[in-house]
């Protein structure tokens, strides 16, 4: 029996209704705990930090340390390269996520450093109604001087655990920042992970990774 224009409305819109009624319950929830997730690793940060007592070498070791296990630091740097991860031989590879991660302690660990005094709290959650196993957080990080800066922690959920995507800061993305960088430089260079690498190493040992 075909429905009638009304009865098929009724239906779209009963449909509609439900879906929205039982996919947040899920949302929320994974929602939330990415909120608790962000907090307790700055929580768990600053007070590792704070226990180094100014011993810049053991701060290096236990911010690594929690890099490693709080952010998706090898999904990130295939990312960051694109197509050239596929071109790019195992060595160049390993190579690569080495020196990228010695990008993001010297990028993230004064940050954190810094939220030992600075207010940090989370604004809002927004889960990702297309992938739920994403939730974005937003936080407020109190600055020295005028407003407070918005963080935005792109969080991924997997079996219960969670991990950092990306960070946007003023509306800056980590991913789609070095990204840009990256992929034109290697597009310049013929693809050579391995240049990139010795570049990035350069600047590393400039500290030009270092939050201005």
Same mark, same amino acid.
């Given at each position: 029996m075909?429905?009638?224009?009304?009865q098929?409305?009724s239906?779209?819109?009963a449909t509609t209704?439900?879906?929205q009624?039982?996919?947040p319950?899920?949302?929320a929830s994974?929602a939330?705990?990415a909120a608790a997730?962000v907090v307790?690793?700055?929580?768990?940060?600053?007070?590792?930090l704070s226990?180094?007592n100014?011993d810049?070498?053991?701060k290096?070791?236990?911010f690594r340390k929690?890099?490693n296990?709080?952010?998706?630091?090898?999904?990130?740097?295939k990312?960051v390269?694109?197509r050239?991860w596929?071109k790019?031989?195992a +060595?160049? =590879?390993? $190579? *690569?996520?080495? @020196?990228?991660?010695? /990008?993001?302690?010297q990028r993230?660990?004064?940050?954190?450093?810094?939220?030992?005094?600075?207010?940090?709290?989370?604004?809002?959650?927004?889960?990702d +109604?297309? =992938?739920? $196993? *994403?939730?974005? @957080?937003?936080?407020r /990080?109190?600055?020295p001087?005028?407003?407070d800066?918005?963080?935005?922690?792109?969080?991924?959920e997997s079996?219960g655990?969670?991990?950092?995507s990306?960070?946007?800061?003023e509306g800056?993305?980590?991913r789609i920042t070095?990204?840009?960088e990256?992929?034109s430089?290697?597009k310049?260079?013929s693809?050579?992970v391995?240049?990139?690498?010795k570049?990035?190493?350069r600047?590393i040992?400039a500290?030009?990774?270092?939050?201005?």
């Open positions: 075909l429905l009638s224009k009304r098929l409305l239906v779209l819109a209704l439900l879906a009624a039982l996919l319950v899920h949302s994974a939330g705990d997730f307790a690793l700055k929580d768990d940060a600053v007070k590792q226990e180094a100014g810049e070498a053991l290096e070791q236990r929690l890099l296990n709080n952010f998706e630091v090898e999904d990130i740097g990312f390269i694109g050239y596929r790019a031989s +060595a160049d =590879r390993d $190579e *690569f996520l080495k @020196v990228f991660e010695d /990008v993001l302690v993230f660990l004064p940050l954190f450093d810094d939220y030992v005094d600075r207010s940090f709290s989370v604004d809002s959650v927004r889960a +109604a297309k =992938r739920p $196993e *994403f939730s974005t @957080v937003v936080s /990080v109190s600055q001087k005028g407003a800066a918005q963080v935005l922690w792109r969080v991924r079996g655990k969670f991990q950092i990306d960070v946007k800061a800056i993305s980590l070095y990204q840009s990256y992929s430089f290697l310049n260079n693809g050579n391995s240049k990139l690498s570049l990035l190493r600047k040992k500290g030009a990774f270092a939050p201005k």
